[in-house]
């Protein structure tokens, strides 16, 4: 249940994690790239055998094995919600699973596969690394590759000095696996791919291919085995590939040219995968294998250590909606540049649709410069975050910072402070979130009859109380009818023009606790509110009120005559509340969580935006995904992203770091002699300080004390004077670099 707190202005936290990867090499092995990760949770978390709660718990010295906050791992694999992980504990090296939700992965981005076509006429695909291997065959018939035919590049080995790449690929409309040479590929950068260094000696970063090094101030940098970076593109000079990389070093970003044979991608394997099941794949193959999900997952039921139980026996699912055949790579990318997408929002679309080849992707254009809608968005206090993040993401604006204390001033309870033009660019940007997760902040929450059905809403209801269930109301005839939670979700869709997707995944963030439990607030048995369903949690803030924010939730609920109301059934609750959903955003044309957020639509333009928080639609596409579980690679889901005019070529950036910006002074003087205008707090430096001495003063000590402890200061102390006017200044260097000087003139008579 999602607790609301009752302000104004609605704040939902994501602290957004980013990854970082590991791998050991052996060039005569395939081996696959791994993440490091920590655990975050409250308490303890569960390892176990399997991906799944159904499975038993892994055991070491007879007692289950449990990892705590903060406890460091190492991530092998993704299986659904599932990470598998090794580590080690009591000096024992253990291997399980844990819930992906509960580990937060630090830095970089894991990559499940690396997209590539064909660079020759044409390209076979052999069954191992060697070009005595036997090419892979479809009915007795070699498999040939076109020119650009895409691919997906799942691994990579090296043998006797020459890059294999191991490859998925559709060819007569089945998947096939198989080695292919490195350069008989070119791999697409449309996003950075993290990248290892894996020759055993120290590499050197060249300013051009192969030629001088890179020197961060007199260093030449260098790379030992294991070092991380990103790649951005690549290049060959006289045959050789070399991958153009920006990495770290000495604490700076830094640009530069490797040779590729010491690269390695960091691809991390996938245990389970929505691409189409291979048929007629070669017998003998060394490459990594996908396999299905296992029967015995489903999604967590708690926040702590969730349960789970399989799928109940002896149930018929729904009858399936039939859905179209889907569209060719080539129909597909025409289809969406007619949409109106810009080239940069192409390619990640292209991934997605390989992967869910039913979802549906509209352009909503705004009509809007890019430029001026940053500017409009990032007014003081209109967004906001924690004022725990770094320097980079909060605005140092007029309003939104003071110079003269050093503090962020904050615009919500005391902690939220608005966000810098940095960090609004990178949330507004939708090409940071075309993946499978960051696209449910696009999906189209109005009710699509065509493409939503009762099956797919019964798909998203698995392992709760409401999967396949029928409940009982009363009719306005007072008759007792029996409807599945599936159809009335779909009628409440019909009545308010609402997602039914949307509907059924909300319920289940609010009151699903786990696969046979429910909350209180629709077990119509709370004290005082007997007989009242409240399935949305609308108005259950919190209180220190009697009950807390379920009772507020259920005094709503049984108060008034709009929407529905009393909801004294579930039907009434179901269907009430989602007219209550719809009317204030979706209805009104603020129809995705990226719209509720921000409003660039043409009502009530730049206000009507549900939450202050700029991390918000990414915190709630989020919860969404969890929502839905495991989305069938069949199911249809429409999405409508927006697109403005004069986009920067490339996503925006997202905020790293930053240094305290304050180089303001809090006190300047001269010791023993007044200027003629006193210094104040808050004085920029824009004025000169004044004061005449007599002759016999030959020195005077300059005073002055920083605002901010992470800046420096020089020009004080004490100085010489000569006959008539001197000049002396003061300056204060930021932790960020920036400078400021304040200028003192002394006139000696």
Known sequence: ??????????????????????????????????????????????????????????????????????????ITAKNGDWYHVKFNQNGKALKGYVLKKYVKVQMGEVCTNVAATVAQDSLKLRAEASDDSAFIKSNKTEIILEKETKVKIKNEKTVDNQKWYYVLCTYSSKSYRGYVKAESLTVLYDKEIPGIWQNAKKGTLCAEAGGNAVK????????????????????????????????????????????????????????????????????????????GEPDKTSEPASSDVPSETTEPNNTQEPVATPTPAPLTDEEFKKKLENEGFPESYIEPLMRLHAQYPNWEFKAFITGLKWDTVINKESVVGLNLLSNNKSYDWKSTEKGAYDWTTDKYIPYDGSTWVTASKKAVKYYMDPRNFLDERGIFMFELLEYISSTQSQEGVEKILKNTPMYNTKFSYPNSDGNDVSIKYSKAFIKAAETSK????????????????????????????????????????????????????IANGLKWASSGDTYNRPWDNIYKSIVGGAQYIGKNYINVGQNTLYLEKFNVTAKNRYEHQYMANVEAPNSEATKTVSAYGVIDSDMSITFSIPVYEDMPESPCEVPSGGKNPNNYLKTLYVQNHPFTSKFKLGDDGSKTYKLTVDKSVESIKICATKVSTYSTVTGKGSKTLKDGVNTFTVKVTSESGSSRKYKIQVTRQ
Do not use: W
């Open 216 to 291: 961060s101030g007199n260093t030449t940098v260098t790379l030992n085995k294991g070092k991380q970076f990103n790649i951005t593109s690549e290049t060959n000079v006289s045959g050789e590939r070399y991958f153009y990389v920006k990495l770290r070093f000495n604490d700076k970003t830094v640009k530069g040219y490797l040779p590729a044979k010491y690269v390695k991608f960091q691809i991390v394997k996938v245990e389970n995968s929505n691409t189409p099941a291979e048929t007629e794949a070669p017998a003998s193959t060394e490459g990594p294998s996908e396999t």
């Open 1 to 74: 249940m999602r607790i609301r707190i009752k302000k104004a202005v609605c704040i939902c936290v994501l602290f957004i994690c980013t990854f970082v990867l590991a791998v050991q090499f052996d060039n005569s092995k395939d081996v696959s790239a791994t993440a490091i990760g920590v655990v975050n949770v409250s308490g303890y978390l569960n390892v176990r055998v399997g991906p799944g709660t159904s499975y038993d718990l892994l055991k070491s010295g007879g007692t289950g094995v449990t990892l705590s906050e903060g406890q460091r791992i190492t």
């Open 498 to 549: 609402v997602s039914p997707y949307h509907l059924a995944s909300r319920v289940k963030q609010e009151v699903v606790i786990g696969p046979e439990l429910m909350s209180s607030s629709v077990s119509g048995k709370v004290k005082g509110y007997e007989g009242i369903y409240n399935f949305y949690n609308i108005g259950a803030y919190n209180s220190t009120e009697a009950g807390g924010a």
